[in-house]
């Protein structure tokens, strides 16, 4: 059976020569709904256009709604249709989520699609464009091989769930992000569909949605190696499928930069990349500058991938970066100095490894000395390392390394007798061995200047278990010696002549990720650091610079005061109790509201979580996350609260739930959730 529009709602509207439908309802087979916004240019009851989707679960009559019209304005004045539609489960849509990246989204997403495609103004052609779960969307869809989806713009997504999400690092737990995330979500989508949309019913909608609520966390933890559970969804086990055109994008100070690469190397289709300084942000409003004129390369890529254009966008390279300077450590950036350089293709061939060796206390171009050095860090070692995906917030940049690097073992090289421009994936191997079953390292690669000042340029994490793939466990044997390779992040980054390039090996990381479950020593016996040294390339110099930002136009916002919370404008500040030997990190994430005028509806959030750790105590490990939404207008007043704590034992890790949601300041539904999960090398 296929989709059909079953209802449009009465508000509709010309916004800039470009016809704007609120609500479209698309039925599917099973009788749920969902809500679509619908942006058309001026003249597409008169000459078929292609379409364009973005597919998220964050609201399109509120959540996101500013952002919404400020790319569909953009697009649609240039000549393409504009489709945002709420998931199954979310915002106006009806039925259950369950959790993310299901096959029932994706079939759901499939749908929307073929409905796009054969509505009586549209080409037939459909692209997808989205940052986050919209290009893990976009990224899975073209894995299906859909025949009407004719490119995909995946900005800050992952092509693997498992290794390269929110959930695990290098087979290690995230602590930073899983129940943050988990319970974030638990709040965002127990909000209640809009009665301006939906209608009456809007309240029993809410009401279903909250009953059958469960946090995202039980499955994340339910499976702790790479599975088939984490396989579904993961683009990379479908490369080959993938037959449409990507323009993959991403940023060095965000968590997904690795996608881009990933998808130039494997995917055979036409293929192009493009990763700047930024942060999870679309790189026409990107943070670190320098911003670009993104939308203007997207409408390059959609009319020669939708419309056949002969525009040239598949004769560019095949990779543009942005070549990183070197920086004083910081906590964040306005602007990141550096330039954009040009590679054919990926792997490039201007970049080749430079391998330098561990000796005894030093890298060293050739050559090794026999060594055994120990380490058994503090359970702090990471607090100075930032965030995993920036955003472009206060103190999203590691800090001055110094702190962390006297926690860890250090290998330096001596200065560098010429500059060093790094592109790509570092890696490290070591030969270690563990005086536990359970153990982690981390590794970072700084650049040391003169003056000292550690800089963070690329890290990486291994789960010891997890050393032979991160679908098993298989235990540490304590004291015997094995080899390991540790790839970390990749990353652009230019090391001045005479400054140092440093290692640096930790047993912990908190809190990017969840520390082993006793305190352990590990001993490196051997190893060496690659780095991706990268020459100058001739196509460089023949890059056309970009133009400068542009946008639609967005709606009509006023900023109203923030709600309760610490009031402090958000950011991350930390605590350390010198008698007990507890360090805390508050992260105030989202403290913000701001009215829609159009439907005078105000939306805010507070998002705030904490952790907690005591030195020499692993399992006193604790993450506590508190999240409130609420959207208000004359005559609706509607909030949720979700809030969640992580602890775990020496067998299994703890977490507590509780779901509240109020009308009118009277609290309709509460409920709490326990979860215990058995510890699997982790």
């Not at 009277?666 to 709490?672: D, E, M």
Request: aromatic share 8%; proline share 7%; glycine share 10%.
């Amino acid at each position: 059976m296929r989709p059909s529009q079953t209802d449009t709602a009465e508000r509709e509207t010309l916004r800039d020569e470009v016809r704007v439908i609120d609500n479209v309802w698309i039925e599917l087979p099973d009788g749920v709904r969902l809500g679509l916004r619908l942006w058309l240019p001026h003249h597409a009851e008169t000459r078929p256009v292609s379409a364009i989707l973005d597919a998220v679960p964050y609201r399109k009559s509120d959540g996101t709604a500013i952002h919404d019209a400020a790319w569909a304005t953009y697009f649609a004045s240039h000549g393409f249709a504009f489709a945002r539609v709420d998931l199954r489960g979310s915002g106006d849509s009806g039925g259950i989520m369950v959790d993310e990246y299901t096959e029932q989204e994706q079939l759901d997403n499939e749908r929307v699609i073929a409905w796009l495609a054969e509505q009586p103004w549209s080409s037939g052609a459909v692209g997808m464009i989205g940052v986050s779960w919209g290009a893990f969307a976009a990224l899975q869809m073209a894995a299906r091989g859909i025949d009407q989806l004719r490119g995909i713009v995946p900005i800050h997504g992952s092509d693997d769930r498992y290794a390269d999400d929110v959930h695990y690092i290098g087979g290690c737990v995230s602590a930073m992000d899983m129940s943050m995330w988990a319970t974030s979500m638990l709040a965002y989508l127990n909000q209640p569909p809009d009665p301006m949309v939906v209608g009456d019913g809007w309240r029993e909608a809410w009401l279903e949605r909250l009953d059958r609520a469960q946090p995202f966390i039980e499955p994340w933890l339910s499976h702790q190696r790479r599975d088939d559970y984490w396989r579904h969804g993961s683009a990379c086990e479908h490369y080959e499928a993938i037959r449409c055109p990507v323009f993959a994008v991403g940023g060095w100070s965000d968590g997904y930069r690795d996608m881009v690469l990933r998808v130039l190397e494997h995917v055979r289709s036409p293929v192009r990349g493009l990763i700047g300084p930024w942060g999870h942000l679309s790189p026409e409003s990107g943070v670190p500058g320098p911003a670009i004129g993104f939308l203007q390369e997207c409408v390059r890529f959609f009319s020669a991938s939708l419309d056949d254009a002969d525009n040239g966008f598949f004769d560019e390279p095949r990779l543009i970066s942005y070549m990183q300077e070197a920086v004083a450590p910081a906590g964040s950036y306005a602007e990141r100095r550096g330039r954009w350089v040009a590679d054919p293709s990926w792997p490039s061939p201007a970049v080749e490894p430079w391998t330098l060796l561990l000796g005894a206390t030093a890298l060293e171009p050739g050559g090794s000395a026999s060594f055994s050095r120990s380490v058994s860090s503090l359970q702090s070692t990471g607090i100075d390392g930032g965030v995993w995906t920036g955003d472009g917030g206060p103190a999203d940049f590691a800090l001055d390394q110094r702190p962390d690097d006297g926690a860890s073992l250090c290998w330096d090289s001596a200065p560098l007798s010429e500059r060093l421009e790094l592109l790509g994936k570092c890696e490290v191997q070591l030969e270690l061995s563990a005086d536990r079953r359970t153990a982690l390292v981390a590794v970072r690669v700084c650049d040391v200047a003169p003056d000292g000042a550690s800089t963070l340029i690329a890290r990486g994490l291994l789960n010891l278990a997890r050393r032979e793939g991160h679908d098993r466990t298989v235990p540490m044997a304590p004291g015997e010696p094995v080899t390991v390779r540790v790839p970390c992040q990749s990353t652009a980054y230019a090391v001045p002549a005479g400054h140092r390039i440093r290692l640096a090996v930790s047993n912990s990381y908190w809190p990017i990720v969840w520390p082993s479950a006793e305190p352990n020593t590990v001993t490196v016996h051997g190893g060496a650091l690659s780095l991706p040294r990268r020459r100058p390339s001739e196509l460089d110099d023949r890059l056309q610079p970009f133009g400068e930002p542009e946008s639609g136009t967005p709606l009509e916002t006023e900023k109203t005061m923030v709600r309760g919370g610490s009031g402090r404008g958000g950011g991350r500040r930390l605590w350390r109790d010198l008698s007990s030997g507890e360090t805390e990190i508050e992260f105030d994430w989202r403290p913000s509201a701001a009215r829609i005028l159009a439907t005078d509806t105000e939306l805010g959030e507070e998002n705030l979580t904490r952790y907690r750790i005591t030195e020499g105590d692993p399992l006193s490990a604790t993450v506590i996350c508190d999240v409130r939404v609420w959207l208000t207008r004359p005559g609706w007043n509607v909030r949720t609260h979700a809030s969640s704590t992580m602890t775990s034992k020496a067998d299994r890790f703890l977490v507590t739930t509780s779901l509240e949601a109020f009308e009118d300041n009277v609290r309709i539904h509460a409920r709490s959730y326990t979860h215990e999960f058995p510890r699997d090398g982790v």
